[in-house]
């Protein structure tokens, strides 16, 4: 049975930093495309960054670009988000999400996506 858990949520001060996790079970994260999004209450699911299946090519959302780095362990078969420098407007719950379209690319639509994680909650507050 493919699953995603994610891991790493908490509550972290303005200009802090977290690590989360996407550990994966039944498939291997190498052949799909993985994205991290986000939803906070009353907004919708926004796509943060993705990373392509095979060759790891890797897309950022301009609100988290040069903040938040995807990158892949295809050992541990997990996904990681490193967030740095967080805001208090990047609360929210952070999802992973697996792509089954194969390609060079990978696209931060959450339409695109066909499994998903339960989530973690990620707080920024003083």
């Known amino acids: 049975q493919l699953q995603l858990v994610e891991s790493g949520g908490g509550l972290v001060q303005p200009g802090g930093s977290l690590r989360l996790s996407c550990a994966a079970s039944?498939?291997?994260?190498?052949?799909?495309?993985i994205g991290w999004f986000r939803q906070a209450p009353g907004k919708e699911r926004e796509g943060l960054s993705c990373?392509?299946?095979?060759?790891?090519?890797?897309k950022y959302a301009d609100s988290v670009k040069g903040r938040f780095t995807i990158s892949r362990d295809s050992v541990k078969n997990t996904v990681y988000l490193e967030m740095n420098s967080l805001k208090l407007e990047d609360t929210a719950v952070y999802y992973c999400?697996?792509?089954?379209?194969?390609?060079?690319?990978?696209?931060?639509?959450?339409?695109?996506?066909?499994?998903w994680g339960q989530g973690t909650q990620v707080t920024v507050s003083s």
């Open positions: 039944g498939f291997t994260l190498d052949s799909f495309a």
């Open positions: 990373i392509s299946a095979i060759a790891g090519i890797t």
């Open positions: 999400a697996a792509d089954q379209a194969v390609g060079p690319w990978c696209i931060m639509d959450k339409y695109e996506y066909d499994y």
